[in-house]
């Protein structure tokens, strides 16, 4: 392979994983089980009335802080919600229970304390307030920064 | 500290465009070269490494928007990971192995572009797991 293949075949890789990346973070995925439920996990936080929001972060996590304000600022009318950020090194028992690989992973729990979903990456403002209206069935008021 | 996330993405594109030069010229003095800028960047941050003076003193005043503020730390890791790409690819050099000069360098090449074009999180994605792999702390 000569040096141009190679520079090729690096640009288009990293391009497709780039574009994988692109298209999958800040979505909606599915739960892993729901075998766990918030009680059990010990994150030494109470569950939420409605729902309850986990942010798994790390210190080298760029978007972290700015995911964490758009939930504070989407749920700051509604008391029922709990949202808590918590360090995934800190607590890399919780992180591992929970298959939280990468950060920001921001998981959603029911008034039942079993998990929703859960949205990889920073999610787009609508796709945080649709899950979040999804799962406590009450329209939120939510003031449009936008 | 917090710094302009624009900085970061800039020094990709420089990079970016050495490491093409460092492929296309086989050249491991250029790798040098950006490997001690890595260095800069990874030990001291990347605000005071060359690419980050070049985008604060050039680049920076002549922007017109405001740029959003990001912690130093995530960048600084991602300066890390290019410096471990960039001295392993100097020993291959050292060892007179050609494959890991240009594996090492095609990998830093991948990170680079990552940053530059899709604004690639590295931290993000990597260092949680190095840290349930045990690799690092």
């Known amino acids: 392979m000569n040096h141009w293949q190679l ?13 994988f990346l692109h298209f999958t973070r800040g979505k909606l995925t599915k739960k892993y089980s729901n075998e766990v439920s918030f009680d059990q996990l010990n994150v030494g936080h109470e569950l939420g009335k409605k729902a309850t929001i986990l942010q798994f972060k790390t ?13 504070n600022e989407l749920i700051k009318n ?4 709990s949202f808590y950020e918590i360090d995934a090194v800190e607590r890399i028992d919780l992180a591992k229970k929970l298959h939280v690989k990468s950060s920001p992973t921001i998981l959603f729990f029911n008034e039942s304390g079993l998990e929703e979903g859960r949205i990889i990456g920073a999610p787009k403002r609508d796709q945080l307030r649709n899950t979040l209206e999804k799962i406590t069935t009450i329209k939120m008021e939510i003031t449009n920064a936008n | 500290m917090q710094i302009d996330a624009r900085g970061p993405r800039f020094g990709a594109a420089i990079t970016l465009v050495v490491l093409l030069l460092v492929i296309y010229f086989d050249s491991p003095i250029l790798l040098a070269i950006q490997t001690l800028v890595w260095a800069i960047g990874a030990f001291a941050g990347p605000h005071k490494s060359p690419y980050g003076y070049i985008f604060k003193t050039l680049v920076k005043p002549r922007l017109k928007s405001v740029g959003e503020l990001e912690n130093v730390k995530p960048p600084q890791f991602a300066q890390l990971v290019g410096f471990i790409f960039g001295v392993v690819g100097l020993v291959g050099v050292a060892i007179g192995s050609p494959t890991v000069f240009l594996i090492a360098t095609a990998f830093a090449l991948a ?7 899709f604004n690639f999180c590295l931290g993000c994605e990597m260092y949680l797991l190095l840290v349930r792999a045990r690799l690092i702390r």
């Open chain 2, 111 to 117: 990170a680079a572009f990552l940053n530059a074009v």
């Open chain 1, 7 to 19: 520079v090729l075949s690096v640009l288009l890789v990293s391009s497709a994983f780039g574009l």
């Open chain 1, 78 to 81: 509604d008391k029922g919600i």
């Open chain 1, 59 to 71: 210190e080298y996590c760029s978007i972290c802080p700015g995911v964490k304000r758009q939930i």
